[in-house]
């Protein structure tokens, strides 16, 4: 099999989102039949697997170890796991990203942040971290849930200054929310400091339509 730019895009891609499925694959080559087609191929040749099946229906791809060689990329090992609409929905940010035109440097999903406040040794996962024009923590919500908590990291992570050894300023916290209204009224009751925080609606996220070239 003979790998285009299309098939080398959609790899290098994957190999910063984690999962794909089906549709947003589809989206991505601008021809739902033509994107089955390379799927197939990229499949029998080894570079991607199917890791999980949505209730539609829709496969989940994910990159295999040789596509991880053939992208001269540090191979980390994926599997099924409860969190995959989640990570679905981390895709679509990116691409909503590269849909507006923003240059990634740097993305990553569910990287552990680590620092010390007040005697304690604290840990929190942002679900995406993010460079473009300048850093970005994102919060991909749900649920409305434990956003108490998260607030409580955030500033921690602020005060303790040891944000300062990986970024100049403290990124701006955007929220990615199936119910902005909610969510916002939770983070004014609980912070205690003025963070920059950005809301997004996750419908106009999903609804991206960002698409491969065809050269």
């Not at 990229?42 to 199917?50: M, N, R, S, T």
């Not at 569910?110 to 919060?139: A, H």
């Not at 970024?167 to 400091?193: G, H, M, T, W």
Request: aromatic share 18%; charged share 30%; glycine share 6%.
């Amino acid at each position: 099999m003979e790998l285009t730019n299309r098939d080398l895009q959609l790899l290098n891609d994957l190999y910063f989102v984690k999962y794909l499925n089906s549709r947003r694959i589809g989206s991505l080559f601008g021809y739902y039949k033509s994107a089955l087609r390379r799927l197939k191929g990229l499949k029998d040749e080894g570079y991607i697997k199917v890791v999980d099946f949505l209730a539609n229906g829709e496969q989940v791809f994910c990159l295999t170890k040789r596509g991880f060689n053939l992208l001269n990329k540090n191979y980390y090992y994926l599997s099924k796991n409860d969190k995959i609409i989640h990570n679905l929905l981390c895709g679509d940010f990116y691409f909503w990203l590269k849909g507006r035109g923003h240059n990634i440097e740097y993305f990553s999903i569910d990287e552990q942040v680590s620092y010390r406040y007040k005697g304690k040794n604290i840990k929190f996962r942002p679900d995406i971290i993010v460079k473009t024009d300048r850093w970005y923590l994102v919060e991909v919500d749900l649920c409305n849930k434990r956003f108490e908590e998260k607030v409580k990291k955030w500033e921690g992570y602020y005060e303790s200054s040891i944000f300062k050894t990986r970024f100049e300023l403290f990124p701006p916290i955007i929220i990615v929310s199936n119910n902005i209204d909610k969510v916002r009224a939770i983070i004014n009751k609980y912070r205690q400091i003025d963070l920059n925080y950005a809301y997004i609606d996750i419908e106009y996220v999903k609804n991206n339509q960002y698409t491969y070239s065809k050269t």
